[in-house]
């Protein structure tokens, strides 16, 4: 498999690493939206966050936060966002799901936008009583 | 407490409820960045990533991974963003702790950029040193 991540756990491709345990692994983005930017990754595969295995997104998630802890401590920064991206539509570059870990600072160059979308009450109703239903199965 | 999301989960203030359990709420956004955006929070009050409990963090990652997988199927977005942002710096307006679940479509007009940062290689190692030293503890 030519997954660059994979190469990374595997150690063919160096990295930053800044967490290990048996689960995760979690180094620096060597494209940093600024500095102190983590990925978090499972040792194992999976695409994204529909093929991700439960246990392994809870050992993720478990990681993320600790990691945030540290980076809140150590750099002080004026607030931190959690990004995961799946499909080439949302962002997602490299095919292993991974969680960015972004330090913001006022005045950083990072863009989180969106305008927001204008839906009739109706709309909302028919669209949540549609999940709703789903989810309850 | 004059927390919006808090009210939200007492049924003070009405929402368009998709999913719901002992821990954790789910409802559309109602400045949704695109049709499908659902927000998932605990119902005990935490204001960050930093002060929420593991185990409620852990629920809210469940969900959110279970509600991404409905909207794939019943959407079919191009992607899906999950986002979640600490401290107004970061873009966060609601001092409750939520996690974004963003169907995104080609095209779309949400904007998710930054530009790479420039490190030095002595300054990547450093920082993950400092990182692994406080991680390991």
């Given at each position: 498999?030519?997954?660059?991540?994979?190469?990374?756990?595997?150690g063919?491709?160096?990295?930053?690493?800044?967490?290990?345990?048996?689960?995760?692994?979690?180094?620096?983005?060597?494209?940093?939206?600024?500095?102190?930017?983590?990925?978090v990754?499972?040792?194992?595969?999976?695409?994204?966050?529909?093929?991700?295995?439960?246990?392994?997104?809870?050992?993720?998630?478990?990681?993320?936060?600790?990691?945030?802890?540290?980076?809140?401590?150590?750099?002080?920064?004026?607030?931190?966002?959690?990004?995961?991206?799946?499909?080439?539509?949302?962002?997602?570059?490299?095919?292993?799901?991974?969680?960015?870990?972004?330090?913001?600072?006022?005045?950083?160059?990072?863009?989180?936008?969106?305008?927001?979308?204008?839906?009739?009450?109706?709309?909302?109703?028919?669209?949540?009583?549609?999940?709703?239903?789903?989810?309850?199965?």
């Amino acid at each position: 498999m030519d997954c660059i991540f994979c190469k990374i756990v595997k150690g063919e491709i160096p990295s930053y690493k800044v967490y290990e345990n048996e689960k995760v692994l979690a180094f620096l983005d060597i494209n940093p939206a600024n500095y102190g930017h983590v990925l978090v990754i499972p040792k194992e595969h999976y695409n994204n966050i529909l093929d991700v295995e439960e246990d392994d997104l809870i050992e993720i998630t478990k990681a993320v936060k600790k990691i945030a802890e540290i980076l809140a401590i150590l750099l002080e920064p004026d607030g931190i966002n959690i990004l995961q991206s799946n499909n080439p539509a949302a962002g997602q570059v490299i095919n292993h799901i991974h969680f960015h870990i972004i330090p913001r600072f006022v005045n950083d160059k990072v863009t989180f936008h969106w305008e927001p979308n204008k839906l009739e009450k109706k709309q909302f109703e028919e669209l949540a009583k549609r999940l709703k239903e789903e989810l309850e199965n």
